[in-house]
T-cell receptor, first 113, second 112 residues
């Protein structure tokens, strides 16, 4: 069975500092991994995905994520946080070839001016 | 393209009432999904469809029904509303062979 863990409900970071939002996963076979962002009263927006290839994936708005197979992790990162990055971030996983996603519980990122 | 649209945006139901949440996509996506989002619980899959005429249960299907008569529309039906169905409901779609799901803006449902 697939599962995703986002160990931090809340992450606070000062504007201009690097940010990391953590995600670990469990899935049979090779995973497809995703990050989505949700702004208040909005649907989820796709940020980036890992399917295969380079372990460092670059996505929208300057975000990137690193796939680490040995640690079964897919942490979201950004070198310099903006106040506008404040939102709810979801990590999701699916099995290879499947379209159904399993989501983590979300991490609320607050960037402090 | 309008993408994925959902109606209504908000709704308050009394226990035992029924309603249909509408979802439409204009991207010719094969796959469509219904999720519910409860505070601190992430998104849970209710039902999904891989094409017109084909639907299947997700993690939390009890109390809901769906149909997929066209590629564009994937309505979610609540027959006997219960307080446990108070949630935010999201519809999503994706093209077969791709992985990025596109989400609608959500429907906030309260059952009192």
């Amino acid at each position: 069975a697939q599962s995703v863990a986002q160990p931090e409900d809340q992450v606070n970071v000062a504007e201009g500092n690097p940010l990391t939002v953590k995600c670990t996963y469990s899935v049979s076979g090779n995973p497809y991994l995703f990050w989505y962002v949700q702004y208040p009263n909005r649907g989820l927006q796709f940020l980036l995905k890992y399917i295969t290839g380079d372990n460092l994936v670059k996505g929208s708005y300057g975000f990137e994520a690193e796939f680490n197979k040995s640690q079964t992790s897919f942490h979201l990162k950004k070198p310099s946080a903006l106040v506008s990055d404040s939102a709810l971030y979801f990590c999701a996983v699916s099995q290879t070839g499947a379209n159904n996603l399993f989501f983590g519980t979300g991490t609320r990122l607050t960037v402090i001016p | 393209n309008a993408g994925v649209t959902q109606t209504p945006k908000f709704r308050i139901l009394k226990i035992g009432q029924s309603m249909t949440l509408q979802c439409t996509q204009d991207m010719n996506h094969n796959y469509m999904y219904w999720y519910r989002q409860d505070p601190g619980m992430g998104l849970k899959l209710i039902y999904y469809s891989v094409g017109a005429g084909i639907t299947d249960k997700g993690e939390v299907p009890n109390g809901y029904n769906v149909s997929r008569s066209t590629t564009e529309d994937f309505p979610l039906r609540l027959e006997l509303a219960a307080p446990s169905q108070t949630s935010v409901y999201f519809c999503a779609s994706v093209l077969a062979g791709y992985n990025e799901q596109f989400f609608g803006p959500g429907t906030r449902l309260t059952v009192l």
